[in-house]
């Protein structure tokens, strides 16, 4: 129903630009369609995924074969008007599919959350007429900051989308407004019907700003009143962040970041709790090489269901490439540590040689109340562009339980990723 109403909105929107032309005007409607595709973008991309999956809870491993196609159709209706439409297929190639897609039954193998389908992932109409701001109505990406609380799992080959109504504004003078009401969450693990479930009906609304007063120093802060439809997933979470960098020298540059953010219950949540948000990181880069150290911490009061919850977060991000605290679920409310919380120690370094961005980042978990390791893990990855169309990526993952979870299933996950993009 929300995508047959999000095409109505999109043509309803060309067809209500269009109407004015005048009848007496040989190219009339045909006309404006004509030069809103030529002034327009039309997009084609590509992204092939093997992903290996050895997880030491289940019997068999993982073997995933995956395409993602994208037709992405961007039409200019006038100076002020436009609209935006983008198809995605997802497709598993060879006939052995050997992984849980959270659809197809193989439960006894590890979960890789990419299902076949072919999904309307972006329909939207969008105003720029009043200045420096844009408003926009339909089914969106939201990516808001670091993606720590609001994104949209770009990792995984079906996106994370919302059916929301946005406006953002940015000043030339540094200053940023971001809200959205968002009314339904489209999931990766759509397109189809099932556990868990395909999408989420919203109440929600999103609101953050930001003032960069210099390249040291910018600061942010929000609210995100999360309402779905899956109870144990409502939230309300307010946060304010401080980040900038800064050169020493010719070579050397010097970052931080310093955040906090504080969480509740909101709604129909049947569980009563608070819980606190930390993080600070610092970085030191070189000519070719980066380096950062970081804490986060996502607390709890050691009572079942408290702990800090992201459920509408860019998950893989963070905590580890093997996505071990994510949950089947997707709710980054840490299932099997719903009292404990969590704390994350990294340290990664990056470098830029053989043409290529090689990465490599250690963590190490702990339970953030009660005590207790959550176990460590190694990540490493080096990608390649290859002229304006072309990229490659290969990616490791490495999990050492230690006493989570109760089965102390280490995990080892490994990616080989090629795109294309038109």
Same mark, same amino acid.
């Given at each position: 129903?929300?995508?047959?109403?999000?095409?109505?909105?999109?043509?309803?929107?060309?067809?209500?630009?269009?109407?004015?032309?005048?009848?007496?005007?040989?190219?009339?409607?045909?006309?404006?369609?004509?030069?809103?595709?030529?002034? &327009?973008?039309?997009?084609?991309?590509?992204?092939?995924?093997?992903?290996?999956?050895?997880?030491?809870?289940?019997?068999?491993?993982?073997?995933?074969?995956?395409?993602?196609?994208?037709? #992405?159709?961007?039409?200019?209706?006038?100076?002020?008007?436009?609209?935006?439409?983008?198809?995605?297929?997802?497709?598993?190639?060879?006939?052995?599919?050997?992984?849980?897609?959270?659809?197809?039954?193989?439960?006894?193998?590890?979960?890789?959350?990419?299902?076949?389908?072919?999904?309307?992932?972006?329909?939207?109409?969008?105003?720029?007429?009043?200045?420096?701001?844009?408003?926009?109505? &339909?089914?969106?990406?939201?990516?808001? &900051?670091?993606?720590?609380?609001?994104?949209?799992?770009?990792?995984?080959?079906?996106?994370?989308?919302?059916?929301?109504?946005?406006?953002?504004?940015?000043?030339?003078?540094?200053?940023?407004?971001?809200?959205?009401?968002?009314?339904?969450?489209?999931?990766?693990?759509?397109?189809?019907?099932?556990?868990?479930?395909?999408?989420?009906?919203?109440?929600?609304?999103?609101?953050?700003?930001?003032?960069?007063?210099?390249?040291?120093?910018?600061? %942010?802060?929000?609210?995100?009143?999360?309402?779905?439809?899956?109870?144990?997933?409502?939230?309300?979470? #307010?946060?304010?962040?401080?980040?900038?960098? #800064?050169?020493?020298?010719?070579?050397?540059?010097?970052?931080?970041?310093?955040?906090?953010?504080?969480?509740?219950?909101?709604?129909?949540?049947?569980?009563?709790?608070?819980?606190?948000?930390?993080?600070?990181?610092?970085?030191?880069?070189?000519?070719?090489?980066?380096?950062?150290?970081?804490?986060?911490?996502?607390? %709890?009061?050691?009572?079942? &269901? %408290?702990?800090?919850?992201?459920?509408?977060? #860019?998950?893989?991000?963070?905590?580890?490439?093997?996505?071990?605290?994510?949950?089947?679920?997707?709710?980054?409310?840490?299932?099997?540590?719903?009292?404990?919380?969590?704390?994350?120690?990294?340290?990664?370094?990056?470098?830029?040689?053989?043409?290529?961005?090689?990465?490599?980042?250690?963590?190490?978990?702990?339970?953030?109340?009660?005590?207790? %390791?959550?176990?460590?893990?190694?990540?490493?990855?080096?990608?390649?562009?290859?002229?304006?169309?072309?990229?490659?990526?290969?990616?490791?993952?490495?999990?050492?339980?230690?006493?989570?979870?109760?089965?102390?299933?280490?995990?080892?996950?490994?990616?080989?990723?090629?795109?294309?993009?038109?």
């Amino acid at each position: 129903m929300f995508k047959r109403l999000l095409i109505v909105i999109v043509l309803a929107g060309v067809a209500m630009l269009a109407g004015p032309a005048s009848a007496e005007d040989d190219n009339g409607i045909t006309g404006m369609v004509a030069k809103a595709i030529e002034d &327009g973008t039309i997009n084609l991309s590509f992204r092939y995924r093997f992903e290996f999956v050895d997880d030491d809870g289940f019997s068999e491993d993982a073997y995933a074969n995956t395409l993602k196609s994208r037709l #992405t159709f961007a039409p200019q209706l006038t100076e002020d008007w436009g609209v935006l439409v983008e198809f995605d297929d997802v497709r598993q190639l060879g006939a052995d599919r050997s992984y849980n897609d959270t659809r197809n039954g193989r439960t006894n193998r590890p979960a890789v959350f990419d299902p076949e389908g072919t999904d309307l992932n972006q329909a939207l109409v969008r105003y720029t007429g009043f200045e420096n701001t844009a408003l926009t109505l &339909g089914r969106q990406r939201i990516n808001r &900051g670091t993606q720590r609380f609001i994104g949209g799992v770009g990792w995984r080959q079906n996106e994370q989308t919302y059916d929301s109504f946005s406006a953002g504004y940015a000043s030339e003078g540094g200053f940023k407004a971001f809200y959205s009401y968002v009314f339904q969450v489209n999931r990766i693990f759509g397109p189809d019907s099932g556990t868990p479930p395909e999408d989420l009906n919203s109440d929600t609304h999103l609101l953050d700003a930001s003032y960069k007063f210099n390249e040291l120093f910018n600061l %942010s802060g929000y609210a995100y009143l999360v309402d779905l439809d899956t109870d144990a997933f409502s939230n309300w979470t #307010t946060g304010i962040r401080a980040d900038g960098k #800064t050169t020493v020298g010719d070579d050397v540059k010097l970052s931080y970041v310093a955040e906090y953010a504080y969480q509740e219950d909101y709604e129909n949540n049947p569980v009563s709790y608070d819980a606190d948000y930390y993080l600070v990181q610092g970085g030191v880069g070189f000519s070719v090489v980066d380096f950062a150290v970081g804490y986060e911490v996502l607390g %709890s009061n050691n009572e079942a &269901g %408290s702990a800090f919850r992201t459920p509408l977060a #860019t998950l893989h991000k963070f905590q580890g490439w093997a996505d071990r605290f994510a949950g089947v679920s997707g709710s980054g409310s840490y299932a099997g540590l719903s009292g404990s919380g969590i704390e994350d120690f990294y340290i990664s370094a990056a470098a830029d040689f053989l043409s290529g961005r090689f990465t490599l980042v250690y963590h190490d978990f702990e339970a953030e109340t009660g005590g207790g %390791s959550w176990g460590e893990e190694w990540d490493a990855s080096a990608a390649w562009k290859f002229g304006k169309h072309y990229g490659l990526l290969v990616k490791l993952a490495s999990y050492d339980a230690d006493d989570f979870p109760a089965n102390e299933a280490d995990v080892l996950k490994f990616w080989a990723q090629l795109t294309a993009n038109f």
